[in-house]
Every structure is written in structure tokens, then in C-alpha cells.
């Protein structure tokens, strides 16, 4: 079930509930076990709707690191770079 052009992720999902309920009604209808047509029907719903958060994950991604660690000393202008919370006489203090 392809998502529609101009549809946002919530209706599409919950026409991919519907559609998946209908089919599991179908089933027991037709007089499959309840128990096991429910737990397919959790199933393909999850896999439905995890399938374009995981295609997000798999795309490649286009990352050039000497650009952006000149980005990232031109944002520190001159600052150091140490977080906040980490003390920088930690080798002195912990390190006896």
C-alpha cells in the first residue's frame, strides 16, 4: 500500500489499519483462529508501517567531513571545543 501523493504518514497509516483489519475480519469470517489471525495482523501493520523509516535508514547520505569541520571551527570562533561538563583538569583530579 503505496502512500498517496500529497498524504501525510498519519492518514496513510491508518488506511493501512484499515485495509489490514478488513482482511483479518475476512479471515475469522472464513473461520481461521482469532489468536493467529490477529497476531498476522500485528504483524503486517508493523512491517507496513515500519517499512519507509527503514528505507529512510538505508538511503545513502551524502556527508563531506572536511566541510563540515571547517563549518564547525568557524562556529567556534575561536572557542574551545570541550562540552560544558567536562572539567579540564580532569587528568589531574582522577588520574592520581
Given at each position: 500500500m503505496k502512500l498517496r501523493?500529497?498524504?501525510n504518514f498519519e492518514s496513510w497509516s491508518r488506511r493501512v489499519d484499515m485495509y489490514e483489519r478488513?482482511?483479518?475480519l475476512q479471515?475469522?469470517?472464513e473461520g481461521e483462529d482469532e489468536v493467529k489471525v490477529m497476531e498476522d495482523m500485528?504483524?503486517?501493520?508493523?512491517?507496513?508501517?515500519l517499512h519507509p523509516v527503514f528505507k529512510l535508514l538505508q538511503a545513502p547520505v551524502e556527508f563531506d567531513i572536511k566541510e563540515h569541520?571547517?563549518?564547525y571551527?568557524?562556529?567556534l570562533n575561536g572557542k574551545t571545543s570541550t562540552a560544558d561538563h567536562v572539567d579540564n583538569d580532569f587528568e589531574s583530579k582522577y588520574n592520581k
Open positions: 501523493e500529497g498524504e478488513g482482511i483479518a479471515r475469522i469470517a500485528s504483524r503486517r501493520i508493523t512491517q507496513k508501517l569541520r571547517e563549518r571551527q568557524q562556529a
